[in-house]
């Protein structure tokens, strides 16, 4: 399974790790993908998200229906 978050579409990048002597090796910068449960009192049931830490905020900012409609209007 893909380490994408639903909600912010942050998935893995790819950068150098760097020795003291510069040598350049490739590494992966993974995003802080959580499992996450939520309650959407409309529905009276839960959602699972596969989300970012940042995702989480965001829903904690704007509410977790306007984000599923933002993620049904992506696809």
């Known amino acids: 399974m893909s380490r994408i978050c639903q909600v912010t579409g942050k998935k893995r990048m790819v950068g150098h790790n760097r020795s003291h002597a510069l040598n350049a090796t490739k590494r992966k910068f993974l995003p802080n993908i959580q499992n996450h449960r939520f309650w959407i009192p ?28 933002k993620i049904k209007n992506k696809k």
């Open 42 to 69: 409309e529905k009276k049931r839960f959602i699972k998200l596969r989300i970012s830490v940042n995702g989480m905020r965001c829903i904690d900012k704007n509410g977790v229906e306007l984000m599923i409609k």
